[in-house]
């Protein structure tokens, strides 16, 4: 007999699938998809994701900021450096949303992510660039650095800590309904 309460066994790359999008594409790009992202921003974001570990960086999606944003990808390094990383799926994308300086007070690096349809010559210099497909991605353009002051790393190392412990929480125990 198998202990219902037993907890999963993921390795260290798991990456749960969230069951309510129900097209096939989107489930394996990304675990926590909320459901606004189309499947090009999600396969940017899977590649990115992907470029940002192999630099060292444990990423969150839809990371809750303290000024009410939610940064697309957050991106924490071992010496507690954080990268926000926002993903442009289209030149639409990037014209109708202009929010992404409100993530910098929150970030020591800000950077986009783009596929290589992207014209990346539109966005903002002062940004890094990342390009990225559901396969993987690469730092184009390294992003200028703005250091966090230290009460707001503290304030975003927590944050950023209590978010990945509730969704881990979840995935172990999707009957509880706990939100970011």
Known sequence: MTDK???????PLSVPVNR?????????????????QSDAALAIGRGARRCLLAHGFATLTELPLPNGRRADLAALSDAGEFWIVEIKSSL??????????EYRPYCDRLLFAVDNAFPADVLPVDCGLVL????GGEVIRPAPEYRLPAARRKV??????????????????????LED
Do not use: C, N
């Open 5 to 11: 309460f037993a907890p999963t066994q993921l390795s």
């Open 20 to 36: 309510r999008r129900p097209d096939a594409l989107a489930q394996p790009l990304s675990g926590l998809v909320d459901g606004r």
């Open 156 to 177: 975003m190392l927590q944050r950023f800590a209590r978010v990945a412990a509730l969704r881990l929480h979840a995935l172990a125990d999707p009957e509880i309904g």
């Open 92 to 101: 639409a994308d990037f014209r109708s949303d202009q929010k992404w300086p």
């Open 132 to 135: 990225a497909d559901r396969y």
